[in-house]
């Protein structure tokens, strides 16, 4: 399996884990998240290797048919994706900010430059604003 799968597999599970059975459970976190082998399992709950394996897929494949009908790992990568291009965005602007106030507050701004440094101050506040509501809606990622 590759990592990229390894991914989608676990936030599938982040998801929708709770739907799948217990027994479901318990063999995808033994096997995906402490790493152990199938006839681990099986030793531990008394089964075949054939047991463990054939619960798995049918997790795996229970988890997909949700995702499939949901979309919700789908809408939050997405959404996820449109939150860094914005924060992205938000970034730069704030760069252009930066060089419009340093521009304007040089020599020869005169009487002007007040004025203009409070609009910078402001824009600039707005943008922190912007970048502290993108934070908040990513919090539950980190």
Do not use: C, W
Not at 18 to 42: C, M, P, V
Not at 48 to 69: F, G, H, N, P, W
Not at 115 to 141: H, K, W
């Amino acid at each position: 399996m590759t990592a990229e799968n390894q991914v989608r597999l676990h936030l599938l599970y982040d998801f929708y884990g709770q739907l799948l059975t217990e027994k479901q459970r318990s063999f995808f976190e033994l096997y995906h998240h402490d790493d152990l082998s199938l006839g681990e399992i099986a030793e531990q709950h008394g089964v075949s290797r054939q047991a463990v394996y054939d619960i798995l897929k049918r997790a795996e494949r229970t988890l997909e048919e949700l995702e499939s009908k949901l979309q919700l790992v789908e809408r939050f990568l997405r959404e996820r994706q449109v939150v860094e291009e914005l924060d992205r965005e938000l970034a730069a602007l704030q760069e252009d900010i930066a060089r419009l106030a340093g521009g304007l507050g040089g020599a020869g701004a005169g009487q002007d430059a007040g004025p203009r440094d409070e609009l910078v101050a402001r824009i600039r506040q707005r943008v922190r604003g912007i970048r502290e509501r993108l934070r908040t809606l990513t919090a539950d990622e980190q």
